[in-house]
């Protein structure tokens, strides 16, 4: 994950896509943080997960790599997430 703030951050993605955890050095925490896949709530462009521990912050993720996180609505960052496999 890329952020406009110059972030780098590394992410692993469930095979399901259900579930996204950011490891730290994290934009929101110094630890991993957990996003879940809010599930019937996507379009066909995009995804929407939320933060387990602060359900107030969320990402939307769409299928061109671009990721918005919000806080209560309010965008926080935006960024690309980059795939590749180790």
């Known amino acids: 994950m890329h952020w ?3 972030v780098k951050e590394k992410v692993h993605v469930s095979p399901t896509n259900e579930h996204l955890v950011f490891v730290s050095p994290s934009v929101m925490a110094k ?23 602060m359900p107030h912050v969320r ?24 795939i590749f496999e180790s």
């Open 4 to 6: 406009s703030s110059g």
């Open 31 to 53: 630890d991993v943080v957990i996003y879940s896949r809010i599930v019937g709530a996507g379009t066909e462009k995009c995804e929407y997960y939320v933060n387990e521990p």
């Open 59 to 82: 990402l939307t993720i769409c299928g061109d790599g671009n990721v918005e996180l919000l806080e209560k609505g309010v965008t926080l960052n935006v960024g690309k997430l980059t």
